[in-house]
């Protein structure tokens, strides 16, 4: 199967919705073309999208459940375990996210994007936003200036406080660069409206930001603060953390194109591999936490094959990256050379 000569189709998301270091070589390495054949066959199995709903909503549940349970030592130790487990669970709806965006979670469009919704919810991501946003993600792999999710990262002259507040929060754990990616890519509504002409795709972003902030109003008015913060609180601080790692292992600190003001073509899939680092997690936190989001090289050459099917396609891809070797390294740089510059300029191998 050659790719799609439609980008929006390459990047795995249905027009009609809106605009989603090898430490060991193997023996042999498949044919790509014969890897291409075989990602045609794997697609969305309702069944296994909702075991992954059921096993994610069961995870969440447990965890708010201990998060209320006894008091005294016994309770806070129940509390601390649950918001662990929400922390994760936290992470997991991100990935839901992320595969019902691109319609790969369930065969059916309407089932993707109901769970999304939920998703969406519970991570602080507007699904009608992170669809197209998403989608151009995909398009626009390599080129720095054009993805609007990498724009922010052009290199640039910072300034003292900028490198203070951004350097101290990656030595410490901070997740302020999730938080950071969440309001400029899914919640800053101007730049939305820019990056998205389409008036119908700009109402469906209005209309889903102005009930999420409604609903989350709600949940506070009703329940009230002190107990969403118990119930949530850290758990959302944790997934934040959970994820910052793994989202900036996908593209930052390697060599991109800058467009600038010339016509520049999307590169294809194929292409967007020198442009994308993949993690290498122990088996079981691949499939079963992650439903190999780690997989990331796969995931940009093939957009259509759901997550947890990734696998199959026994391939290793050049940037692939032991992820605690990886994530000690990153954490070492400094956040204004590990964001704002590349491996071929800081000549740092990560």
């Known amino acids: 199967m050659e790719p799609a000569d439609n980008p929006e189709e390459r990047a795995g998301v249905d027009d009609d919705e809106p605009d989603v270091v090898n430490d060991a070589e193997p023996d042999v390495e498949p044919d790509v073309d014969t890897v291409t054949v075989e990602a045609a066959r794997l697609r969305a199995d309702d069944r296994v999208g909702a075991l992954i709903v059921l096993g994610f909503t069961a995870l969440t549940a447990c965890g708010l459940w201990l998060s209320f349970q006894g008091d005294g030592a016994a309770g806070v130790v129940g509390w601390l375990f649950g918001q662990l487990l929400l922390g994760v669970a936290f992470l997991q709806w991100f990935v839901v996210l992320h595969e019902t965006g691109h319609g790969v979670l369930f065969a059916g469009r309407r089932k993707n994007v109901i769970v999304?919704?939920?998703?969406?919810?519970?991570?602080?991501?507007?699904?009608?936003?992170?669809?197209?946003?998403?989608?151009?993600?995909?398009?626009?792999?390599?080129?720095?200036?054009?993805?609007?999710?990498?724009?922010?990262?052009?290199?640039r002259q910072l300034s003292g406080i900028e490198k203070f507040i951004i350097n101290g929060c990656w030595k410490t754990g901070v997740p302020l660069f999730s938080l950071l990616y969440r309001v400029n890519n899914f919640w800053n509504v101007p730049r939305l409206l820019t990056l998205l002409p389409?008036?119908?795709?700009?109402?469906?972003?209005?209309?889903?930001?102005?009930?999420?902030?409604?609903?989350?109003?709600?949940?506070?008015?009703?329940?009230?603060?002190?107990?969403?913060?118990?119930?949530?609180?850290?758990?959302?601080?944790?997934?934040?953390?959970?994820?910052?790692?793994?989202?900036?292992?996908?593209?930052?600190h390697i060599p991109l194109r800058l467009a600038g003001d010339a016509e520049v073509a999307p590169f294809t899939p194929?292409?967007?591999?020198?442009?994308?680092?993949?993690?290498?997690?122990?088996?079981?936190?691949?499939?079963?936490?992650?439903?190999?989001?780690?997989?990331?090289?796969?995931?940009?050459?093939?957009?259509?094959?759901?997550?947890?099917?990734?696998?199959?396609?026994?391939?290793?891809?050049?940037?692939?990256?032991?992820?605690?070797?990886?994530?000690?390294?990153?954490?070492?740089?400094?956040?204004?050379?590990?964001?704002f510059s590349n491996r071929d300029r800081s000549g740092l191998d990560v």
């Open 270 to 339: 194929a292409e967007q591999l020198p442009f994308t680092r993949s993690l290498r997690f122990p088996g079981w936190i691949s499939t079963l936490v992650l439903l190999h989001f780690d997989a990331h090289e796969l995931h940009h050459e093939h957009p259509n094959v759901p997550g947890w099917r990734l696998r199959a396609l026994d391939r290793r891809t050049p940037n692939d990256f032991p992820a605690w070797t990886w994530m000690r390294q990153a954490r070492a740089i400094p956040a204004d050379v590990f964001l």
């Open 116 to 155: 999304g919704h939920v998703a969406g919810f519970i991570t602080l991501i507007p699904f009608h936003a992170w669809q197209p946003i998403h989608q151009k993600h995909h398009i626009w792999t390599g080129w720095q200036d054009r993805d609007p999710t990498t724009m922010a990262l052009v290199p």
């Open 198 to 252: 389409r008036r119908a795709v700009q109402q469906r972003v209005v209309l889903n930001t102005v009930v999420m902030v409604l609903m989350w109003t709600a949940v506070v008015l009703v329940w009230g603060p002190l107990v969403v913060l118990q119930a949530c609180g850290l758990a959302m601080v944790i997934g934040f953390m959970l994820q910052e790692p793994i989202m900036l292992s996908q593209h930052t």
